[in-house]
């Protein structure tokens, strides 16, 4: 796990990946299964359509001395395209 906080993984990061994999242990794997049914089944009831976009949620992430990551810079100009080609 140290070598994870010096990859910029916070300490939130590893208790939700923690309590993931102990979820998904404690279960063998039928937690997961179940969660992946369920926005699968809302995906594909929502009757929302790629070409009605109004808005992108983009997940944030920490700014490192005031300066935006590569990750998120990625992250940014996909949800920029996806939301031009609508």
């Known amino acids: 796990m140290k070598d994870l906080a010096g990859r910029g993984v916070d300490g939130d990061a590893r208790f939700t990946f923690l309590l993931s994999l102990?979820?998904?242990v404690a279960t063998l794997g039928l937690s997961?299964?179940?969660?992946?049914h369920r926005v699968r089944k809302r995906a594909r009831?929502?009757?929302h359509?790629?070409?009605n976009i109004s808005a992108i949620a983009v997940p944030g992430h920490?700014?490192?001395r005031g300066k935006i990551s590569t990750d998120y810079r990625v992250r940014l100009d996909r949800a920029?395209?996806?939301y031009q080609s609508s």
């Open 62 to 64: 920490q700014l490192d």
């Open 22 to 24: 102990l979820s998904g």
């Open 45 to 47: 009831n929502s009757g």
């Open 49 to 51: 359509l790629l070409n």
């Open 32 to 36: 997961h299964l179940y969660v992946f």
């Open 80 to 82: 920029a395209a996806l």
